[in-house]
């Protein structure tokens, strides 16, 4: 199954847009208990038993956007980030377009499930 939503990932970056608007980010593959999505700022995987994160990435393609808002404000392109606490990565992959290609984000997850 790894290829194979890793290929789907792959055609959904190709094929739509990066930076939707709320509330059009949604499923694009379906299997077992794992979603891949499309959202505000691109493709993500997510457990669907996630009632949280995972449903707010569903649903409306994004996760606690202010705080991502706020961080965009502060970083500039070329910028390179820490974020502590990367859980499926829904704000990371906002924080990699406010820094963009020149830009580093690394994360750290201290949660082993």
């Known amino acids: 199954m ?3 939503l890793a290929i ?5 970056r ?3 847009s990066r930076n939707l608007a709320p509330g059009e980010g949604h499923n694009v593959f379906v299997e077992g208990e794992v979603a891949v999505t499309r959202g505000r700022y691109g493709v993500s995987v997510t457990d669907l038993g ?3 994160v ?3 990435l569903r649903e409306i393609g994004e996760w606690e956007q202010p705080i991502v ?7 500039r392109p070329g910028d390179t980030v820490w974020e502590c ?3 499926v990565g829904a704000h990371t992959l906002g924080l990699a377009a406010a820094v963009g290609a020149e830009g580093l984000v690394h994360v750290w ?5």
């Open 54 to 56: 995972g449903t707010h």
């Open 14 to 16: 190709t094929t739509h």
């Open 85 to 87: 606490g990367g859980h």
């Open 69 to 75: 808002d706020i961080a965009a404000e502060l970083l």
């Open 8 to 12: 789907l990932a792959a055609v959904a």
């Open 50 to 52: 996630d009632r949280v």
């Open 2 to 4: 790894g290829r194979r």
């Open 109 to 113: 997850e201290p949660q082993r499930s």
